[in-house]
């Protein structure tokens, strides 16, 4: 297993948003998480990353346990992620957003910067042939000069997509990344997540598009008020009972 997850629970306030919830994931496969609007999905994503700490339970990446270690220190491990909510440097090019997600490879200081010393020079020409190398991937490489702020919502994903790349991860964590993208975007989008597959990266995928989730996960995970009620492939999950309930009632 690539990733473990392990008892894991989020109480709010005395309200359970995870609850107890376990699975794991295979390397290199397509793993979706589903559930109806407010099921815990972003929330378990934010424990897996580091941006909530568990209430109880264990991430475990690798066969190293996460709990104790900071979001920075995880993405430096192999860890990357989409947010449901798009928030760009809007100000900033498209190019130079996805070199943000280069950061992490890079090591030269304030020094070597102010003075742009050769091995900053070096890291730099790195970040930008890796970050047009990804939006070449997306299909947003002529957009690489504009302003990140002026694509549309279904670019500005592609563009975040590019970015989680750019850290070479081992792990992607997608959360909605078919959110206000068309049927035609969403049919690209499927093809560009099997590429990234292929590619060796293990994809951890929150999405509400049951066609494409469908379509491309090798399994699938159903939580329904924080707790899981199904794990399996996508043909059991498509005729589970339960799951059919907890998205149209009883």
């Known amino acids: 297993m690539i990733l473990e997850i392990r008892d894991l629970s989020k109480e709010f306030e005395g309200v359970v948003a995870v609850n107890r919830v376990s699975f794991g994931i295979e390397p290199k496969v397509i793993k979706a998480l589903i559930g109806p609007n407010g099921a815990g999905k972003t929330t378990l994503f934010n424990m897996v990353t580091g941006l909530l700490v568990p209430s109880g339970g264990r991430v475990v990446f690798k066969g190293r346990e996460l709990n104790p270690y900071p979001p920075h220190v995880r993405a430096q491990w192999g860890i990357s992620r989409t947010f449901q909510i798009v928030r760009p440097f809007g100000e900033m090019t498209v190019l130079d957003n996805v070199m943000v997600g280069c950061h992490l490879r890079t090591c030269s200081g304030i020094f070597s910067a102010a003075f ?105 995970v159903v939580i329904s008020y924080g707790t899981k009620i199904a794990e399996g492939i996508p043909y059991d999950i498509r005729n589970n009972r339960e799951v059919i309930a907890a998205y149209l009632g009883s």
């Open 116 to 220: 742009r010393l050769p091995q900053c020079r070096k890291e730099e020409d790195y970040s930008q042939q890796k970050a047009l190398q990804e939006l070449r991937f997306v299909g947003l490489e002529s957009k690489a000069h504009q302003l990140a702020g002026s694509l549309p919502m279904g670019e500005q994903r592609l563009m975040e997509i590019a970015r989680a790349l750019a850290s070479d991860p081992e792990l992607v964590l997608l959360d909605e990344p078919a959110a206000g993208l068309n049927e035609k975007e969403t049919d690209q989008l499927g093809e560009d997540l099997l590429k990234i597959k292929a590619r060796g990266i293990t994809i951890l995928l929150v999405e509400h598009d049951m066609r494409m989730v469908m379509k491309i996960s090798d399994e699938i």
